[in-house]
Nanobody, 121 residues
Framework: QVQLVESGGGLVQPGGSLRLSCAAS????????MGWFRQAPGKEREFVAA????????YYADSVKGRFTISRDNAKNTVYLQMNSLKLEDTAIYYC??????????????WGQGTQVTVSS
């Protein structure tokens, strides 16, 4: 069973950048599709970005397209989320997610514990 540990969250001003990392325990990490979700206070968890098991075909929620970039390093068992031009509405707990499949499903099987991202002036 894969374990996911996020890091890199914090407080940033509007327009700033952060890079989230998610380290996976699974040695067959390259067989997992990976992604990021987020949950803002009082809202449901929503999809942010995902990438297939080889690192190709990244896809994004419309709200982050052009600002966020997902990538993965299979040699390091890690997936990243580079977040640029952050907005107040990006404030949320960000969760790493994984499925042992080519593409991430809408209800991933594995989840990290989350990392807080706060965008505030």
């Amino acid at each position: 069973q894969v374990q996911l540990v996020e890091s890199g969250g914090g407080l940033v001003q509007p327009g700033g950048s952060l890079r989230l990392s998610c380290a996976a325990s699974e040695r067959t990490f390259s067989r997992y599709a990976m992604g990021w979700f987020r949950q803002a206070p009082g809202k449901e968890r929503e999809f942010v970005a995902a990438v297939n098991w080889s690192g190709g075909s990244p896809y994004y929620a419309d709200s982050v397209k052009g600002r966020f970039t997902i990538s993965r390093d299979n040699a390091k068992n890690t997936v990243y989320l580079q977040m640029n031009s952050l907005k107040l509405e990006d404030t949320a707990i960000y969760y790493c997610a994984a499925d042992r499949s080519v593409l991430l499903t809408t209800t991933p099987h594995y989840w990290g514990q989350g990392t807080q991202v706060t965008v505030s002036s």
